[in-house]
């Protein structure tokens, strides 16, 4: 009922997938009300700092990325913003030496652990919960599509469909911050090798490797230990959707149904839902029916 943050500072190193570069992250305490911003503390001059918040995410093309008006931008944000989900921490500063959030192995589990490291704490000010008030609707000319309706309680529900064999169909549900710990939060990010070498040409994909991908050559998975679920994917996929949602900057009360989605369409349900005030409402959580 009450927000939170963690008690100590934890931090760690890692390389970006995209990037290439090899970056401190350190996850520091912050007041009620601050949201989770993140600090460029490799820039020394003017305002360093961006909120994580859907109105700053500025690129959607294979990561989920913030900026300021500043320029000042953080890449790859959404599997740590899906473990401070998971976590049910609503403040945090986040202070960053580089351009992306590390990949770590993919996944959003080294997060979630070093959170459990840095121990939650209550702040002495009341949680706030967006609470849908009509269905929302947002589609692509690929197929995709999100569904939001109306509900008492938070629920996701994430459909893929893909060519290839090794992934094809696969469908998953989250209801809670216990199982997305347990179940979802260690799903690692994937990739098909024949498209590699486009992204690297591109400017992406620059850390890439078997230990933080899955890869995926046509219909075969080139990691030698193979997958951690059977539907590694979808899990994924949901896990990536729960962290482009969190840039709501508050818990989301609502049916989330999501049919091959990715950065831009979540980011897209955002901005609907937030465009007219008859769309939702904020509430305590003794307030939600």
Known sequence: MLQTT????VSCYGIGVHSGQTVQLTLKP????TGVVFIRTDISYGNNSVAADYLNVSETAMCTKISSENNVSVSTIEHLMAAIWGSSIDNLIVEIDGPEVPIMDG???PFVFMLECAQVTILNSKRKFLKLQKEIIVTNDKGSEVVASPSSNFKIVMDIDFESKAIGKQSVSCDDKESFNSEIASARTFGFIEELEYLQR?????????????GIDNDVILNHDGLRYKDEFVRHKILDA??????????IVANINCKKTGHALNNELLRRIFENSSHYIFL?????I
């Open 30 to 33: 912050a007041k009620a009300d």
């Open 6 to 9: 963690i008690k100590f500072p």
């Open 202 to 214: 591109h400017g992406l994909a620059r850390g890439a490797s078997l230990n933080n991908a899955i």
């Open 242 to 251: 729960i962290g482009d949602f969190r840039l709501a900057s508050s818990n």
């Open 107 to 109: 996944s959003s589990k």
């Open 284 to 288: 305590t959580q003794n307030e939600i």
